[in-house]
């Protein structure tokens, strides 16, 4: 999508990655499209891991916009993968590093195994491309996406997902991620506010997105990614009413992961729906802070 039309940026962007983990930017470029583009405050939430966050501290110090520490926690409930994103953690808290740990080693076999089946598959050296374009450790099917894409096996990632990483396919290794009670725990054990990220994306029936937004609430989840970078029309309303049902807050995050990626760009959010509480106003930010450019 263009943005040479009239295009208004939220001054909030609670979702974003950085090439700590399947983002396409370094944290210095991410951090300075996003001042450029107006945000004034952000969380970089890479996946599973929380190594790109001194290197956000610093820049977003330097070019004087506000920072929520995060991380993006892969888990599951029911069968289901879900994505949980803590906000405003403290990224040297032993539990929360030693789950990411967990999640971070079964990353390992996993990417091992990936390449294993892409090789029986006639592609080998899949799993060592796909850490030479991840360049941190953090190796996710994005990764792979990319190094296939290279390769002239498929023309673009979403064709990658397609044919052979998605679900069902050749180099798709049905993952046991971490209960989603635990990556809750870690987040809070962090100082963290748990939010349910892209809950469109799912793909739950109502009555399945309500068992579990009640059970999230229950183990102490805090908010709902009411507005998304990718969600249909309408979804915004729908989780907006969803957050004040189930006494959550509601987070605007863009999921930005690059200006190449095809989704909606860092800030291009519409705002929360009236009466939705925001999720950044229960952190320790100064009130109004986001209105005063010297804050
Ligand atoms: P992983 O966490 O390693 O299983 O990879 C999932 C990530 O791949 C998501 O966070 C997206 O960034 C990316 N992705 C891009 N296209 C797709 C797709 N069609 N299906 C699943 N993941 C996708
Ligand atoms: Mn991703
Ligand atoms: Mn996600
Ligand atoms: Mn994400």
Same mark, same amino acid.
């Given at each position: ?9 939220? +001054?909030?962007?609670?979702? !974003?990655?950085?090439?700590?983990? %399947? ?5 210095? $470029? @991410? ?5 450029? &583009?107006?945000? &004034? ?20 110090? =330097? ?11 892969? #888990? ?15 990224? *040297? #808290? ?17 990417? !091992? ?9 006639? !592609? ?6 796909? /850490? ?5 450790? !953090? ?16 023309? $673009?990632?979403?064709?990658?997902? =397609? ?12 993952? %046991? ?10 987040? /809070? ?17 109502? +009555?399945? @997105? /309500? ?12 908010? @709902? ?9 309408? $979804?915004? =309303? ?6 004040? =049902? ?8 863009? %999921?930005?992961?690059?200006? $190449? ?23 320790? @930010?100064? +009130? *109004? ?7």
């Amino acid at each position: 999508m263009s943005h040479s039309a009239k295009v208004t940026v939220s +001054p909030v962007d609670l979702h !974003m990655h950085s090439r700590y983990s %399947d983002g396409s930017l370094d944290v210095p $470029d @991410l951090v300075l499209r996003a001042s450029g &583009r107006g945000v &004034r405050l952000m969380a970089l939430t890479d996946h599973d891991n929380t190594a790109g966050l001194a290197a956000a501290a610093s820049a977003t110090r =330097e070019n004087g916009i506000h920072l929520l520490p995060g991380v993006e926690v892969s #888990c599951q409930w029911n069968g289901v993968g879900l994505h949980v994103v803590g906000l405003g953690i403290d990224a *040297g #808290c032993p539990v929360l590093q030693a789950g990411l740990e967990k999640i971070m080693a079964f990353r390992d076999w996993r990417a !091992m195994e990936i390449g294993q089946r892409l090789a029986g598959a006639g !592609m080998p050296g899949a799993e060592e491309g796909a /850490r030479t374009v991840a360049g941190s450790r !953090m190796v996710g099917r994005m990764h792979f996406a990319r190094w296939l894409v290279q390769g002239g096996f498929c023309g $673009d990632t979403a064709r990658a997902f =397609e044919l052979f990483l998605g679900s069902g396919r050749v180099a798709y290794v049905p993952s %046991d991620w971490i209960p989603l009670p635990e990556a809750v725990s870690w987040i /809070r054990a962090a100082g963290g506010l748990p939010v349910l990220a892209h809950p469109g994306r799912y793909r739950l029936s109502s +009555p399945r @997105l /309500r068992e579990l937004l009640s059970e999230f609430r229950e183990m102490e989840g805090a908010g @709902l990614e009411v507005c998304s970078g990718s969600q249909a029309a309408g $979804d915004r =309303e729908y989780l907006g009413r969803l957050a004040r =049902e189930f006494s959550l807050a509601g987070s605007v995050g863009s %999921d930005f992961h690059g200006p $190449d990626c095809g989704h909606a760009d860092i800030g291009q959010l519409l705002p929360l729906p009236e009466g939705v509480e925001p999720v950044w106003e229960r952190t320790g @930010l100064a +009130p *109004g802070c986001l209105s005063v450019s010297s804050c």
